[in-house]
């Protein structure tokens, strides 16, 4: 059965800081991993999808990677500004066969200015 | 373009009585799915339907039935409201044809059961 956990699960930084948050799955026989932003009382964001055969993806001030190998991924944010402040969640499928995903509880990010 | 709807957005329900959450995509999408986000739980799969015509149990579905109406329309109903079943429930969609199987989420429903 998939696990996920995400390292560190509180996060506050000032502004101007690069970080990394961590995620650890336990079954790495998996095509994709999704990286989602939630904000307090919101839905979810997606923010970054990256495919098996990749091993890192870009979006902006973000970065993500993923390593099968090892069961990882990170999440990269660059130059942490207020507005980046919300709660990170990693999401791998449940196994290579499934398109439902498992969440790990997340990295809830506090930039202050 | 909407993306992913849900209907309603907030719900108070006293225990016993029965409601069904309304989710639609406009994205063509073939997969739909239910999920359910507790505190200090994370987000939990409820149900999902692969395609138009099929639907399997995730990892919390006792107490819930689905509906996939047709291919845009996903629904979940509750028979008999617990106070368990307090939580906030996303719905959400993907499709593999292009080969990438990014899920969109809805903005979710606030179901209290008192």
């Known amino acids: 059965k998939q696990e996920v956990t995400q390292i560190p699960a509180a996060l506050s930084v000032p502004e101007g800081e690069n970080l990394v948050l961590n995620c650890s799955f336990t079954d790495s026989a998996i095509y994709n991993l999704q990286w989602f932003r939630q904000d307090p009382g919101k839905g979810l964001t997606s923010l970054l999808l990256?495919?098996?055969?990749?091993r890192e993806q870009t979006s902006g001030r973000l970065n993500a990677s993923l390593d099968k190998s090892s069961g990882r991924s990170t999440l990269y944010i660059a130059a942490s500004q207020p507005g980046d402040s919300a709660t990170y969640l990693c999401?791998?499928?449940?196994?290579?066969?499934?398109?439902?995903?498992?969440f790990g509880k997340g990295t809830t990010l506090s930039v202050s200015s | 373009n909407a993306g992913v709807t849900q209907t309603p957005k907030f719900q108070v329900l006293k225990t016993g009585q029965s409601m069904t959450l309304q989710c639609a995509q406009d994205?063509?999408?073939?997969?739909m799915y239910w999920y359910r986000q507790d505190p200090g739980m994370g987000l939990r799969l409820i149900y999902y339907?692969?395609?138009?015509?099929?639907?399997d149990k995730g990892e919390v579905p006792n107490g819930y039935n689905v509906s996939r109406l047709n291919k845009r329309e996903f629904s979940l109903r509750l028979e008999s409201a617990a106070p368990s079943q307090t939580s906030v429930y996303f719905c959400?969609?993907?499709?593999?044809?292009?080969?990438?199987?990014?899920?969109?989420f809805g903005p979710g429903t606030r179901l209290t059961v008192t």
């Open positions: 339907s692969a395609s138009e015509g099929t639907t």
């Open positions: 999401a791998p499928p449940a196994n290579q066969a499934g398109t439902a995903l498992i």
């Open positions: 990256i495919q098996s055969s990749q």
């Open positions: 959400a969609s993907s499709d593999m044809g292009q080969g990438v199987d990014e899920q969109y």
């Open positions: 994205m063509n999408h073939n997969s």
